[in-house]
């Protein structure tokens, strides 16, 4: 039922910045909950942010610490993943993901993206 494809990764130097899309496309996407996961080499995947489409209420793993942003635009069906002061240890694959509820649990989420890779570098 709803369809996610992310955007916007790439190679960036660290301290640089970058900022990730992820389409929507779907019916009742208002009633979902959309999240930011990653995956960095060698590690699990973990939660990064997430926002609920019809609020715009927002929530962020503690690393972020300030850098990153989660964000979305309802009339074009998109939510965005503005990251500042980016850092080695950032680098990871970053899905976007969505659940038909109010849960940003990875294991509750109903739908995900492809990912879109991102490579800091020192």
């Known amino acids: 039922q709803v369809q996610l494809v992310e955007s916007g990764g790439g190679l960036v130097q660290a301290g640089g910045s970058l900022r990730l899309s992820c389409a929507a496309s779907?019916?009742?996407?208002?009633?979902?909950?959309m999240g930011w996961f990653r995956r960095a080499p060698g590690k699990e995947r973990e939660f990064v942010a997430a926002?609920?489409?019809?609020?715009?209420?927002?929530y962020a793993a503690d690393f972020v610490r300030g850098r990153f942003t989660i964000s979305r635009d309802s009339a074009k069906n998109t939510v965005f993943l503005q990251m500042n002061s980016l850092k080695p240890e950032d680098t990871a694959v970053y899905y976007c993901?969505?659940?038909?509820?109010?849960?940003?649990?990875?294991?509750?989420?109903?739908?995900w993206g492809k990912g879109t890779l991102v490579t800091v570098s020192s």
């Open positions: 779907g019916h009742y996407l208002s009633s979902y909950t």
């Open positions: 926002i609920n489409w019809s609020g715009g209420i927002t």
């Open positions: 993901a969505a659940n038909y509820g109010s849960s940003w649990q990875k294991s509750k989420m109903d739908y």
